[in-house]
């Protein structure tokens, strides 16, 4: 094992403590009631289980299971997880595929429990219906690292993309774009998952307090698809042919809305979608989409690789700190101005 990625778990391992010590209620209620203080009860620090292994040498099995391995998402972050973990001879790293459904990822969890896993990643189908397997899986000595949606009981680590800032950025762009004024629309993220992707929260936030001069006319749910998408936004302009711009909480439903838009002869719509996929990069390059709010999804998985490793190198589980500690990835703004700045690796 070479000695640059022994840094990085014990800087992450830094971090996380660090995350967990210092974040009081950010943003995540459905992560166990987001980052919070450490236990420490006995006044030593964070107080471990009593299963430790070394990561280096110890037989260890890990576990990724999104809500789909259809989405962008699902793919890139269990290729970028096996690549973190590609080094490790002693490590057998496994993928399942929730197929959009809590029931069953619920039964595979049970079956990883029975299989005596040492480490899940987990992007939840629904933050409540995952709930009860997170918990039975921490207490069977199962590392839990869930992946930009949360679960309502404290596990290991969650790993959030910056969701409420993605909302609040897109609302910027288009409200400085627009010069203040004008009215707007947004297609928001689907109901089950509100508490814990927060974007289009973010987004009516900023629009309210910064642009009162901008009016979000139109609100619907979502489901990430651009089939959806693409209804919603021949509805919105029907109803509201002066509408300036749109704002997508996930690239797909960009695409949708940049469909409709030219089937109704709007190309002059503004288009901000979010999480930034390789095909709305090569949009936005066209200029048939105005831009996304770009999150390193490659590194959200070596990240949660890295942390499954740190949990169980340090015995850490849902009982070592108070609510779950959360680390953050970080996002910018993409348009036809900057898109060369993310390299082709980097495009998922």
Known sequence: M???????????????????????????????????????????????????????TDEIKIAYLP??????????????????LSDYGNITFNIFDGKGSAQTQNEVISELIVEKYDALILQPA???????????????????????????????AH???????????????????????GTVGLIDIASNMA?????????????????????VV?????????????SITRDYLSKYPDMAGIYTCGDPAAVGAMQAAAAAGREDLMIWGCDGEATVMEYIEEGAITGTIYIDYYDMGKTAARLALYAISNGINGSTYNTTPIVKIPAMAVTKDNVNTIADEKRW
Not at 126 to 149: C, H, M, P
Not at 159 to 180: D, P
Not at 199 to 212: D, I, L, R, S
């Open 67 to 84: 809500n789909t391995l259809s989405s962008g998402n699902g793919t890139v972050w269990g290729e970028a997880a096996q690549e973190e």
């Open 218 to 230: 139109a609100d619907s749910e979502g489901d990430w698809t651009a089939e959806t998408a693409n």
């Open 159 to 181: 790993i959030q993309a910056a969701n409420i800032e993605s909302g609040q950025m897109a609302a910027r762009m288009l409200g400085e774009a627009m010069g203040g004024e």
């Open 195 to 215: 508490s814990v992707v927060l974007m289009g929260e973010g987004f009516k936030e900023v629009m309210a307090e910064e642009y009162p001069g901008i009016t």
């Open 126 to 156: 629904d933050a409540s219906a995952l709930s009860a397997s997170v918990t039975r899986a921490e207490e069977a000595g199962i590392k839990v690292i869930t992946l930009n949606i949360g679960v309502e009981v404290p596990h290991s």
């Open 2 to 56: 070479t000695k640059k990625r022994i840094k990085k778990l014990a800087a992450l391992g830094l971090a996380l403590l660090m995350t967990a010590g210092a974040i009081s209620g950010c943003g995540n209620t459905a992560s166990g009631g987001g980052a919070a203080n450490v236990n420490t009860a006995s006044g030593d620090g964070p107080q471990l289980s009593a299963e430790v292994k070394d990561p280096y």
